[in-house]
């Protein structure tokens, strides 16, 4: 089952703009993280944001985290063409799994 | 820092034929994961193991698949009886720690598997 839904599922910008996008989530959690998948590749981890954590930055990127609504936004500011790809959230479980649950994915495309 | 790396990219096989997918993590790496990824979905968790021990296995692993970790070092998944709706990306991921201790997941490029 996908715990993570983001939103939108799909998400077209001007390149210099800022993308928005938002995860929700059912479960409690140890951490939050962000992935950025290219097309036919593999996901490739974007940041980590800890269930006691608010907001994180990692240089365009900025993550919030409100555990209270169960929910998580990514920011990407000054997008770039090579920004284009899908985004996923991904949260683990405070049962000691070691599963990580991924969102569907939301697909983004910054034209030049 | 290698990367993780599977093998093949791409496998085009007939139903009922069996397969095998390769995974050779990032060498200091202990934890290793298979995951699956339909299209427009998400990646499904598919199985974990520490070392050589696999210590989690999702409902989503059928008796028609199996993984090893023979060494604790590569990983291979093997699929037996291939079904059409075994058609998916597989991927692979390595970590040099636990979600608890907040260690991210390294992914290959994963293996595209064509069922006919």
């Known amino acids: 089952s996908q715990q993570g839904e983001e939103d939108p599922q799909a998400l077209s910008i001007q390149e210099g703009e800022n993308a928005t996008m938002n995860c929700s989530y059912k479960?409690?959690?140890?951490?939050l993280q962000w992935y950025r998948q290219n097309s036919g590749r593999g996901l490739v981890h974007l940041i980590l944001?800890?269930?006691?954590?608010r907001e994180k930055h990692s240089g365009r990127l900025r993550v919030t985290l409100d555990t209270s609504k169960k929910s998580s936004s990514l920011l990407i500011t000054a997008s770039r063409a090579a920004d284009t790809a899908s985004y996923f959230c991904?949260?683990?479980?405070?049962?000691?799994?070691?599963?990580?649950?991924f969102g569907k994915g939301m697909k983004l495309t910054v034209n030049p | 820092d290698t990367g993780v790396s599977q093998n093949p990219r791409h496998k085009i096989t007939k139903r009922g034929q069996n397969v095998t997918f390769r995974c050779d993590p990032i060498?200091?790496?202990?934890?290793l994961y298979w995951y699956r990824q339909t299209l427009g979905q998400g990646p499904e968790f598919l199985t974990y193991?520490?070392?050589?021990?696999?210590?989690?296995k999702s409902r989503l692993l059928s008796d028609r698949f199996s993984a090893e970790r023979p060494k604790g070092s590569f990983s291979t998944l093997e699929i037996q009886r291939t079904e059409q709706g075994d058609s998916a990306m597989y991927l692979c991921a390595s970590s040099s720690g636990t979600l608890g201790t907040n260690s991210p997941l390294h992914f290959g490029n994963g293996t595209r598997l064509t069922v006919t």
């Open positions: 991904a949260t683990d479980n405070q049962g000691g799994s070691e599963k990580l649950v």
């Open positions: 479960t409690s959690i140890n951490n």
């Open positions: 060498s200091e790496h202990n934890r």
């Open positions: 944001i800890r269930s006691n954590e």
């Open positions: 193991f520490q070392n050589e021990a696999q210590l989690e």
